[in-house]
């Protein structure tokens, strides 16, 4: 099992910055990929950006040359700098796993951005 717990969510205005963190712990050998994924009301969740064991980024159009995102290997942590945010990156962020075939979400952090 793996667990994974995100913080740094919170109410922003827009063109501020917030940096999500995703700390992985259990059994987190051969965690092969971690990524950030959205869900606004009423909309599917999508996936905002995710990194490999190897450190391959990829990003969704919407957020590209705005977040980035990095991983700290001795910390088992994920993160998720998000800059110049807008109001429609307004949404519950999800982070997630994948090992072994088998898929971890965190429970979720909300980001709200200010008009």
């Known amino acids: 099992q793996v667990q994974l717990v995100e913080s740094g969510g919170g109410l922003v205005q827009a063109g501020g910055s917030l940096r999500l963190s995703c700390a992985a712990s259990?059994?987190?050998?051969?965690?092969?990929?971690m990524g950030w994924y959205r869900q606004a009301p009423g909309k599917q969740r999508e996936l905002v950006a995710g990194?490999?064991?190897?450190?391959?980024?990829n990003f969704a159009d919407s957020v590209k040359g705005r977040f980035t995102i990095s991983r700290d290997n001795a910390k088992n942590t994920v993160y998720l700098q998000m800059n110049s945010l807008k109001p429609e990156d307004t949404a519950v962020y999800y982070c997630?796993?994948?090992?072994?075939?088998?898929?971890?979400w965190g429970q979720g952090t909300q980001v709200t951005v200010s008009s």
């Open positions: 259990g059994d987190i050998i051969c965690i092969s990929a």
């Open positions: 990194i490999t064991s190897g450190g391959s980024t």
């Open positions: 997630k796993a994948w090992r072994s075939g088998v898929v971890y």
